[in-house]
């Protein structure tokens, strides 16, 4: 599986953007980029998830580089629901393959 | 839509105790995963289930085993089990092509 690489963690102030990185160097070009989150004793929601074009609904926006070594997960307005651990998970569509998570970013977001 | 739902929320067994931890899949869904959590650690790849059919195993011991049922509904059974086994473990279900697995909000065991 291509390996992603994460901040361990982010901080935010509520209200404001956030913009969580995510390094792919080695991803292949059949891969799908995932975005899932996790909040405190919560099972993994899904975010959204985008091959080639930059791609957005209604809970954030995915930015991917030309050269698709590397894509950002945008979160317009960080409120305090969205502090979780962030995960960047590449994959083949759904129901074909599984997913790798990694540790994964914890964004904290402060009032 | 009803979401995915897990039983047990919280066990506590044995060490060479067996368990069985169930899931119901989201409506429709015929596509069920099973993952392995970790305290500070992502979420590892079990198995995954498509249409009663394994179609996917993770690095587990044949002592995880698991069944997958025709209304799509799931079970993970565990073995002999081991210290080592105290995670949480969670369930996702997904259509092929869809944007995304949903996951129940998992069953925490705890072996003593």
């Known amino acids: 599986d291509a390996k992603t690489t994460q901040p361990n963690s982010m901080e935010s102030n509520e209200e404001e953007p956030v913009h969580l990185p995510c390094n792919h160097s080695t991803i292949s070009g059949t891969d799908y980029i995932h975005w899932y989150r996790q909040l405190p004793s919560q099972g993994p929601e899904y975010v959204i998830h985008g091959l080639t074009s930059n791609v957005n609904n209604r809970m954030a926006s995915l930015a991917i580089a030309e050269d698709r070594k590397s894509s950002t997960l945008i979160l317009h307005r960080a409120t305090l629901r969205d502090a979780a651990v962030y995960y960047c998970?590449?994959?083949?569509?759904?129901?074909?393959?599984?997913?790798?998570f990694g540790k994964g970013t914890m964004l904290l977001v402060s009032p | 839509e009803t979401g995915v739902t897990q039983s047990p929320t919280h066990l506590i067994k044995t060490r060479g105790q067996q368990v069985t931890l169930r899931c119901s899949s989201q409506s429709g869904h015929n596509t069920v995963s099973w993952y392995q959590q970790a305290l500070g650690q992502g979420p590892q790849f079990i198995f995954q289930?498509?249409?009663?059919?394994?179609?996917g195993r993770g690095n587990f011991p044949p002592r995880f085993s698991g069944l997958q049922f025709p209304n799509y509904s799931s079970e993970l059974n565990v073995n002999a089990l081991e210290l080592d086994d105290s995670a949480l473990y969670l369930c996702a279900s997904s259509l092929p092509d869809m944007g995304g697995y949903t996951f129940g909000s998992g069953t925490r065991l705890t072996v003593v």
């Open positions: 998970i590449l994959s083949p569509p759904v129901g074909y393959s599984t997913l790798t």
């Open positions: 289930y498509y249409r009663e059919e394994e179609n």
